[in-house]
């Protein structure tokens, strides 16, 4: 059988990482390698991973807090598998999620990443709505937005080792990979959900000051398209003062509500008993 290795870069995820892992335990696919790697964690995160009894799981703690892009790398160069998979500390797969898209790319060769739909959750495992992946044909898909749900994504391995992410493109560094791989690797949107995506209505602000410097970064890297960069601040200006304005007065959920589709009150009872019993299953 062919071998998946599923990433998990989790720093402060005590929370929700047991429920992570057990997700990706019930994956119907089995042959998969699983590695957990701690971002200098302060909570009981590295502890609560250490408990799961699974000879497919691989933890690496370091003790240093490297971030997100660093760690995403360092999780492609020791990963093992032909495929490997994105995922989040906080967010759950659906039980069928590897072995769909790695029939897809049994299904073709050619094709080098494959992503989904994903259902989005809040803190409290509440189902909110509905995140529809967009098709990727050309970088100018990619300027408008229109790129893979991060953690959706299986790619070949040697794409993504070939070609890691860079440092500097902060809250959007799969913003840049995308925009340098959509013109030689050929995408593929599976359109389904392959997991429950939680939205982090937290602190938002401050996040978004920070990919400022990664949207100039990229203005300033890419000059083909034509961004301009005074143009870009301002309006990254405009947009982080609007965040910070509704958390002052906590209405962060009018802005949280822009990112995904409404559900019908069933469509929510349904994936919410699906999510629990992922949750809940051992194997």
């Known amino acids: ?97 590897i072995e769909k898209q790695l029939e897809l790319f049994r299904g073709n060769p050619k094709i080098d990443i494959v992503f989904g739909d994903a259902v989005s959750i809040d803190k409290e495992s509440n189902i909110l709505g509905y995140k529809k992946s967009q098709e990727v044909k050309d970088r100018n898909d990619v300027l408008k937005g229109n790129y893979p749900i991060h953690p959706t994504v299986m790619a070949k391995k040697e794409v993504l080792l070939n ?62 398209t034509g961004i301009n960069i005074m143009k870009l601040v301002f309006e990254s200006w405009i947009k982080y003062m609007l965040y910070s304005i509704l958390e002052t007065f906590k209405k962060e959920h009018i802005l949280l509500n ?4 409404p559900l019908k009150n069933s469509e929510k009872f349904d994936f919410k008993k699906q999510l629990d019993f992922i949750i809940s299953a051992r194997v």
């Not at 799969?174 to 959900?193: A, G, H, S, T």
């Not at 995506?197 to 602190?203: K, T, W």
């Not at 822009?258 to 589709?261: H, L, V, Y």
């Open 258 to 261: 822009k990112r995904f589709q």
């Open 1 to 97: 059988m062919t071998l998946v290795t599923i990433g998990v870069s989790f720093y402060n995820a005590e929370s929700y990482i047991e429920n992570c892992v057990q997700s990706i335990l019930n994956q119907s696919y089995k042959s998969i390698e699983i590695i957990l790697l701690d971002d200098g964690s302060k909570d009981s995160s590295l502890e609560r991973v250490k408990q799961f009894d699974d000879t497919r799981i691989k933890i690496i703690s370091d003790g240093e807090n490297k971030g997100l892009i660093s760690r995403l790398n360092q999780l492609v160069t020791i990963a093992e598998g032909d495929y490997f998979a994105r995922m989040d500390a906080d967010d759950v797969m659906f039980p069928d999620r």
């Open 163 to 224: 070609n890691p992410y860079k440092e500097g493109y902060f809250q959007m560094e799969d913003m840049e990979l995308w925009y340098r791989l959509v013109d030689k690797c050929r995408f593929q949107n599976i359109n389904q959900p392959l997991l429950f995506y939680r939205e982090d209505s937290s602190n938002n602000s401050r996040k978004h000051l920070k990919m400022i410097k990664g949207k100039i970064k990229f203005a300033e890297t890419y000059t083909e």
